[in-house]
């Protein structure tokens, strides 16, 4: 695979890889760390890893 991944065609992300890890931050418009983390905890598909960051994104601190 080339390093110009076209990330809507891609199914996995492979935190690996600095320069995919980038892509996928940009087309997420997160963090590397935020993506990493989320394949941590969800696995490598992009889809998951695009629904935790959403939910997490939704997610606001209770008001104390």
Request: glycine letters at 4%; one cysteine or more.
């Amino acid at each position: 695979m080339s390093k110009g991944i076209d990330v809507q065609e891609k199914d996995r992300i492979n935190v690996e890889y600095d320069w995919e890890l980038c892509t996928w931050a940009r087309y997420f418009n997160t963090s590397e760390r935020r993506v990493k983390e989320a394949v941590a905890a969800v696995g490598d598909s992009a889809v998951k890893v695009r629904e935790h960051l959403q939910a997490r994104s939704s997610e606001r601190p209770s008001a104390s």
